[in-house]
């Protein structure tokens, strides 16, 4: 698909007044890699481990072709403390995500669900439980003489401002997948619906592409709004290592 700038920055600025602007945009100019059949794939035992996931071979190094789209959003509950109401909104929650994976299957071509919690959670809610469970980081105790656990606060960077804010969220919610509809579906079901937490910002990307000599997905998108130097060969690492005059890198061994 080749997109004029005029369409490019027409098509951005409808999303951006009520979808997903760029993102839409991508979903237009993506074609879905071949994945696995989908049909009666079970649930993995991990949330986070996708199912159907291919593998590639790109210059002799074994690739997995992740989904196309991904969408983070950062969340604080709005529940209180209370067991009941925290009682409740697991339960809630349980039944959304369960009906969410009897839809949509957990694969690329479906949908990969993944929540997280973080340390103001713990602290917050289940501290007790927190001090006694949560996993301890052996090496760091060792190394310091003391207990040093496994989650950790969020730190500023050097480089960082001194104004810089760091977030203090309960959870995290990744969604993943080939296709962006299943994403906005799942958005709308398990953070617009959903009234015992609040969004506090939101992540979206795009990645993929560009196996056995195919265009990537970022790179038909920069072509296609002008971007200098877009249009131009993709060289590999070994092509740059010899002009450099550097050997090749060791191939692995069947």
């Given at each position: 698909m080749s997109l004029t700038r005029k369409q490019l920055l027409a098509g951005a600025g409808a999303g951006?007044?009520?979808?997903a602007?760029?993102?839409?945009?991508a979903d237009r100019m993506a074609t879905p890699p071949e994945r696995a059949e989908a049909a009666d794939v079970p649930l993995p035992a991990e949330q986070h481990v996708l199912q159907g996931v291919r593998v590639v071979h790109d210059n002799g190094?074994?690739?997995?072709?992740?989904?196309?789209?991904h969408q983070l959003v950062t969340l604080q509950l709005r529940t209180g403390t209370s067991a009941t109401t925290l009682r409740d909104a697991q339960k809630t929650?349980?039944?959304?995500i369960a009906s969410l994976e009897r839809k949509y299957s957990p694969t690329p071509s479906g949908l990969g669900i993944t929540v997280a919690w973080g340390l103001p959670y713990f602290r917050r809610y289940v501290s007790k439980q927190a001090a006694k469970h949560l996993p301890v980081d052996r090496r760091a105790s060792k190394a310091k003489g003391k207990r040093v656990s496994a989650l950790?606060?969020?730190?500023?960077f050097p480089s960082d401002p001194s104004n810089t804010i760091l977030e203090r969220n309960d959870a995290v919610l990744l969604l993943r997948s080939d296709s962006l509809d299943a994403?906005?579906?799942a958005a709308k079901e398990l953070v617009a619906k959903l009234d015992f937490w609040r969004p506090t910002s939101t992540r979206r990307g795009f990645v993929g592409g560009g196996f056995e000599g195919g265009k990537s997905l970022p790179k038909r998108l920069a072509t296609a709004a002008g971007?200098?130097?877009?249009?131009?060969?993709?060289?590999?690492?070994?092509?740059?290592?010899q002009r450099a005059r550097l050997p090749p890198l060791p191939r692995d061994r069947a």
């Open positions: 951006a007044l009520g979808a602007g760029i993102y839409e945009l190094i074994a690739v997995l072709v992740p989904p196309l789209h929650l349980e039944h959304t950790l606060d969020a730190v500023r994403i906005h579906d971007v200098p130097g877009a249009a131009g060969p993709v060289r590999r690492l070994d092509d740059a290592r």
